[in-house]
């Protein structure tokens, strides 16, 4: 499927080569105002061919609202937006019918849809199709605003260079601020030239990096969520993982946490100002399913590039022999920092779906 949501429902469409992409949204609150410039910031901190660690393609991701919206204002009804593709180069594409990509969902798709898939651009496995998911994240971000909650995120790790962590217990609105204006948001400024260096050697060398995305959620009120299936972990990491390249979710202190004692995890609760709140946070704000009130720290794990110029094994499935394969078309070398507005987006779609 690529419907995903219950209170508020997405409906991802199209194909990175076709006419156009687009989403479909259910369950927007009504006279939601939305702020036009908050949208096209957003969609211009994922688009492509505006910074040198990104793929040269050009797509002015400009969402054309079809429905729901009048004089900029939620009406209720379901929410259409398309966004034309307007720079593609579909020859590029032309080989890998018979020849799947390597780590690319070629050869799944030609199985699971008998050869009738869209492979250009990797028709509806591409990345390409995070713009529409961008728009619905930031539309259900401005709902959460309304509430108090806010989103950030940064790029944590290129390879093995590393970003300083967000503070767990208190992240200052002022960082949120800066890091939500950033296409290549650090919190450790210092590190960006190491990390830029490092995707050029990958680009230059006719190959790919990846790297981890941490996100965090502020504001939101104790209570939210269920146990079992519907926790706010189940939310998550569901449509996480819709988001091609997310390889692997982890919540707090995520897997280092059994390195630890149960004396060293658990987060002592007190009082401070009449509200509870944790002197740590290794549960990442989540307990049994359901919100703290302390923030969501989640981080989710982006794998190098699948297409990559460098010779490649595959296979021929037309005459069913052993080949090799050599990619072409303009394709990121790391998509981390693209990436990092689609996982506040998504997060934003499960979060408002626990109200």
């Known amino acids: 499927m690529s419907s995903w949501g219950n ?9 990175s080569h076709g006419a156009a992409i687009g989403v479909v949204i259910d369950g927007v609150e009504p006279g939601l105002e ?15 061919g505006k910074d040198p660690a990104a793929t040269p393609r050009r797509e002015a991701d400009k969402p054309n609202i079809l429905s729901g919206v009048l004089n900029g204002v939620t009406t209720g009804a379901p929410i259409c937006c398309m966004i034309e593709n307007t720079n593609t180069r579909s020859q590029d594409y032309g080989n890998l019918m018979t020849k ?28 390409r199709l995070t713009a529409p998911l961008v728009f619905a994240g930031t539309i259900c971000r401005q709902q959460l605003k309304k509430r108090g909650v806010a989103i ?59 790297g981890i995305i941490e996100c965090c959620a502020t504001g939101l009120e104790p209570g939210l969520g269920n146990p079992m299936f519907e926790g706010v972990e189940s939310l998550v990491s569901s449509i996480m993982f ?3 390249a997310v390889k692997g979710v982890e919540f707090g202190t995520g897997f280092n946490i059994t390195k630890m004692r149960g004396s060293q995890s658990n987060d002592p609760y007190r009082y401070e100002n009449g509200k509870v709140i944790t002197s740590s946070n290794n549960n990442g704000g989540i307990l049994g399913g359901i919100t703290t009130g302390m923030p969501i720290i989640m ?11 460098q010779v490649q094994n595959t296979v021929d ?20 920092s693209r990436a990092s507005v689609v996982i506040e987006s998504a997060l934003a779609i499960a979060l408002v779906n626990l109200y």
């Open 100 to 127: 799947p990509r390597p780590g690319h969902a070629d050869y799944t798709g030609y199985i699971r849809y008998h050869g009738f898939n869209d492979i250009r651009g990797g028709g509806h496995f591409s990345g």
């Open 242 to 244: 819709g988001v091609p």
């Open 299 to 309: 981080r989710a794990a982006i794998k190098p590039t699948a297409s990559i110029s």
């Open 152 to 210: 950030a995120s940064h790029i944590s790790s290129v390879g093995e260079i590393y970003d300083a962590p967000f503070n767990p217990v208190k992240i200052d609105d002022e960082l949120i601020q800066r890091l939500n204006q950033k296409s290549f948001p650090l919190i450790n400024e210092g590190v960006e030239s190491e990390m830029r260096a490092l995707i050029e050697d990958a680009r230059m060398n006719r190959d790919s990096v990846g």
């Open 317 to 336: 499935l037309s005459t069913k022999e052993n080949t090799t394969l050599e990619v072409h078309g303009r394709h990121d070398p790391c998509i981390v």
């Open 7 to 15: 209170r508020v429902k997405i409906s991802i469409f199209g194909e």
């Open 34 to 48: 939305l702020d036009m410039d908050d949208i096209y910031l957003n969609m211009g901190r994922r688009a492509p």
